[in-house]
DNA sequence: GCTTTTTGTGCAATTTTTTTGCATTAAAAG
DNA sequence: CTTTTAATGCAAAAAAATTGCACAAAAAGC
């Protein structure tokens, strides 16, 4: 079963149909596999002339709601979004410069933290964003 | 000396001038104390009738370009701003169903994994942004 | 002080991004 | 197949970010 099917039939599971236009999101959120804005998402060939944008746009919203995608704040003007896989967390190394979005692949150092905010304050659903930003080597020099 | 003063000479001496609109802006920053949206500033007492918009947005990206100001985004539509004073790092924790936002007093736990990013990547300029979402104990109940 | 030079400001307009209304279509349920 | 309910396209609106330009204010030079 391919990963677009899993995740079709998990978002069925949370009450969502199984349409044309969520199956071409979902291929463009895994062969992508990067952050993206909503106009990225609407020119990716995997979903233009496939559904409009404000269909990817209440799509991504459903999504974010189910838990299924993230949405980030990256210093763009514009909303990222990524879709959470299992057992994959990330954190992003940007450059302000020219824009590039790498995920870091070190461990995350954040998870005893964010244990004692949970203990300490009583937030639920707590999960937490880093993201690095600097110039990278390129952007350096210039 | 006051704060507003010396941001008021720090500012000047990265080039800015002392304007009757950074002073106003300066003393909003400190006294209000949090991350704010342009939106925000522009109505809050400290700016209102004092200065346009698009002044106060200058200001902020002068600032922002001069390091004496942070942009976060936080998760909503608009970007927040805060200032950034020296020995003072802030991660936050934020409800994303109120929309409040606090610093979090615990010490910063990713300054080794920065440094590592630092020596492996070359990037220069290195600064990260850390943010943890989730449902405070009020919003948790209903 | 006064004059020149340079930067900042207000105001309106524009651009970009996000969001919504509504008539129609497609998916799921019965 | 029929009914019910959710999804979609298109266009329009709302919200946020950004800019042009004439004028005002600050700093620099005298
Ligand atoms: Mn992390
Ligand atoms: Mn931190
Ligand atoms: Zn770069
Ligand atoms: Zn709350």
Redesign the interface.
């Known amino acids: 079963m391919s990963l677009v099917s899993s995740l079709l039939q998990q978002a069925k599971d949370s009450g969502l149909r199984r349409t044309k236009a969520l199956e071409a999101l979902f291929t463009c959120l895994t062969t992508c596999d990067r952050p993206m804005t909503l106009n990225e998402f609407t020119t990716c060939n995997h979903l233009a002339s496939q559904c409009d944008k404000a269909t990817v746009f209440r799509l991504l919203q459903k999504l974010c709601d189910k838990g299924m995608v993230r ?5 763009e ?1 514009a ?1 990222y979004f990524t879709l959470i896989l299992p057992d994959q967390h990330r954190d992003y ?1 940007i ?2 410069e020219c824009g590039s979005i790498e995920p ?1 692949n ?1 461990p995350c ?2 998870h ?3 244990e ?3 203990k300490e ?17 390129k952007c ?1 020099k210039s």
């Open positions: 949405r980030l704040g990256l210093h003007r909303a190394l450059c302000t870091i070190a150092p954040v005893k933290l964010q004692e905010i949970r304050t009583g937030f639920t659903n707590l999960y937490h964003e880093l993201e690095f930003f600097g110039h990278c080597p350096s």
